[in-house]
């Protein structure tokens, strides 16, 4: 990973770590999107409890997908 990006290879969203991704964490915000809506942050096996922690101390619905996922018919897991 000396040069950093490598489009054919999906990086973790988490700033400042660039490890490729092996997951999916899929959400969406409550108040600004649609029921339907599919938001999707890549993460590195390190960081993919972060982002999901991140999230769902924020109160939105997230699932983990193992690989990597455009976030199409997730089922996310409606807190509230
Ligand atoms: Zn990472």
Redesign the pocket.
């Known amino acids: 990973m000396i040069l950093g990006i490598n489009p054919s290879s999906p990086q973790?969203s988490?700033a400042a770590?660039g490890?490729d991704a092996v997951a999916s964490v899929v959400w969406r915000n409550p108040k600004i999107h649609a029921p339907d809506r599919r938001k999707v942050w890549l993460?590195?096996a390190?960081?993919v409890t972060y982002l999901r922690d991140f999230l769902a101390s924020r109160g939105f619905p997230v699932t983990i997908v193992d690989g990597l996922s455009d976030g199409t018919d997730v089922t996310l897991e409606e807190t509230s």
């Open positions: 973790c988490r770590c490890d993460a590195c390190e960081h």
